[in-house]
């Protein structure tokens, strides 16, 4: 688990700097610092104002007036799934949530059991490799020397200890199944100060969920965030994970409007009956007078 600096230890590590290289790269690496600083002061400002509250009712109020552009779904509601059924990952991840895109993006996809991600956590739980052999630590320690900052580390040894923070989350789903981030916030007060808090770039940490994009054909795609997760849960045989949804195909979401928006399933066309036992549609199915529907997970 990574933690924070002391301001003694800050500033001693300044002067190291200046003295070495000097005063321009004491400033030049200072502003992502900075930034960091910001990011985490207005995601703890907004978790006690009510940031996702918030952001529901800007996407509310922009679905009004660009329809074709924001989704009628809650963008903050988990969607619960196999994970097997999340076999690829997006090319062209997206930042924003609720959206809603055309075109082809949801084809350029690679398989996930295909990504560094997926074969580094492969490679370390099932083939007892060390984090600092896999593929992907390497990467990142090629970055490291590069002058980035992977995951926020600065260090070989800081970003040694966020891998080994895998090692716990492996530990806890095989024990305690996987759960939801606010189940583990309510039963672990201390857990937003692990390292998957301070370098997470939510509204709100408790958003750090795996998250999905949603194709033409309801294909669920791995998208942003929750690699190692997904990957471990994959590895572990879970059944059922909470995802969120980052983004839906123009052509799904004509699905789902035509689905929320019919009174009686025996309405609906042949091609929107296919998709009522979907995870993006169960909330929203409709049932007939005579029948209460059930949708399978």
């Known amino acids: ?62 679905r009004r007036v660009q329809s074709e552009r924001i989704t009628d779904a809650d963008p903050f509601a988990r969607l619960w799934v196999n994970p097997a059924r999340i076999d690829s990952q997006i090319r062209t991840p997206s930042k924003r ?46 970055r490291l020397a590069a002058g980035e900052r992977p995951k926020g580390c600065a260090t070989e040894a800081e970003l040694e200890a966020r891998f080994e923070e895998l090692d716990t989350i492996y530990d806890r789903i095989a024990t305690d199944g996987y759960r939801s981030q606010p189940e583990l916030w309510a039963d672990q007060p201390e857990y937003q100060r692990t390292v998957f ?13 795996v998250t999905i994009s949603i194709g033409r054909n309801g294909q669920l795609v791995h998208s942003d965030r929750g690699d190692h997760r997904l990957a471990i849960a994959k590895l572990l045989g879970c059944q059922e994970i909470p995802v969120l949804v980052r983004r839906r195909h123009a052509a799904w979401q004509s699905i789902r409007d035509e689905i929320t928006a019919t009174p009686r399933r025996s309405a609906l066309s042949e091609q929107a009956r296919k998709y009522l036992d979907h995870p993006d549609i169960r909330n929203d199915a409709v049932d007939d007078e005579s029948e209460t529907a059930r949708y399978p997970t």
């Open 197 to 209: 808090y301070k370098w997470d770039r939510t509204i709100d940490p408790r958003l750090d969920e």
């Open 1 to 62: 688990m990574g933690r924070e600096h002391t301001a003694r230890e800050l500033l001693e590590r300044a002067v190291a700097t200046a003295r070495s290289e000097g005063v321009l790269e004491v400033a030049y690496r200072s502003v992502p610092y900075l930034r960091r600083r910001r990011d985490r002061l207005w995601k703890r400002l907004l978790a006690r104002v009510g940031g996702i509250p918030a952001a529901r009712m800007y996407l509310q109020s922009r």
């Open 97 to 142: 949530w609720g959206r809603v895109a055309d075109g082809d993006w949801d084809l350029a996809v690679v398989p996930f059991d295909e990504t560094v991600a997926f074969r580094s956590v492969e490679a370390h739980f099932q083939d007892g490799v060390p984090w600092a052999e896999t593929t992907e630590f390497e990467q990142y320690r090629d």
